[in-house]
């Protein structure tokens, strides 16, 4: 193994955890160990500080109640998060904390929740819950998840989405956008969890963290194959 290590940061691992999304850290942790990196790993919650010399971010998402629980800490975080995003940071965040991302996020108690504006976009909880299978085309190519919000997600005008809507319904029901991009920070509703039915988008993540870190990638020949069927099964399932 070389002598490189990258620090991934899981965010609110307690509180934004639903549908699995923390295998997502799993996946990242054990294919940026595959490619011969050495991995540190540190769990922040409510109240911890984030670490200077992150390299890599992963949340995931959670139930309303699970947002109320960390949006006042996430304001705490504001400053940092921007910064580190300007930096060029990793950052891979899922619906809940997506959504927290964005400006705003109105509840279906019509309580406004502050974000931390990262991603020019706000969210509005609506009446119908989105759910099932989604398939999405991005510039990694094809990716499978699968949503679970009643969230609709309106990207402001120069705010680039992760993907577009090939089946499902992503970011809400007007527009084929789903998710947000901005310089290394990824924002997306697939749950699934994302990573281990999308090895691309795994890999994706480590080689811009090895670029920003250390100038070159140089990622290993991986047999994603039961990954890559395990994506096509979850295609063919309907909603
Ligand atoms: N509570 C938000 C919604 O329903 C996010 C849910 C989630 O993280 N799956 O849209």
Not at 169 to 196: C, M, Q, R, S, W
């Amino acid at each position: 193994m070389s002598d490189r290590q990258i620090h991934i940061v899981h965010l609110y691992p307690k509180e934004m955890n639903i549908y699995g999304d923390n295998g997502n850290l799993l996946v990242v942790t054990m294919r940026t160990k595959w490619h011969g990196v050495g991995v540190k790993v540190s769990k922040i919650g409510v109240g911890d500080k984030l670490p200077i010399d992150t390299d890599i971010i992963i949340s995931g998402g959670g139930q309303d109640t699970g947002q109320l629980k960390i949006v006042d800490d996430l304001q705490t975080k504001k400053l940092d998060l921007i910064n580190m995003a300007k930096d060029n940071v990793v950052m891979l965040v899922v619906c809940g904390t997506y959504q927290l991302f964005g400006h705003q996020f109105t509840t279906h108690k019509n309580e406004s929740l502050p974000g931390i504006g990262l991603f020019d976009m706000q969210t509005v909880a609506g009446d119908v819950r989105f759910i099932g299978n989604i398939v999405t085309k991005t510039h990694f190519g094809e990716i499978v998840g699968y949503e679970n919000h009643s969230g609709l997600t309106t990207l402001n005008k120069d705010q680039s989405s992760f993907g577009k809507v090939i089946s499902g319904v992503g970011n809400n029901d007007k527009d084929d956008g789903e998710g947000a991009i901005k310089n290394n920070v990824f924002g997306t509703y697939l749950h699934g969890p994302l990573l281990p039915k999308n090895p691309k988008v795994a890999d994706e993540l480590i080689r811009r963290a090895l670029v920003r870190k250390y100038g070159d990638a140089m990622l290993t020949q991986i047999d994603d194959s039961l990954a890559l069927k395990a994506a096509q099964i979850a295609k063919s399932r309907p909603r």
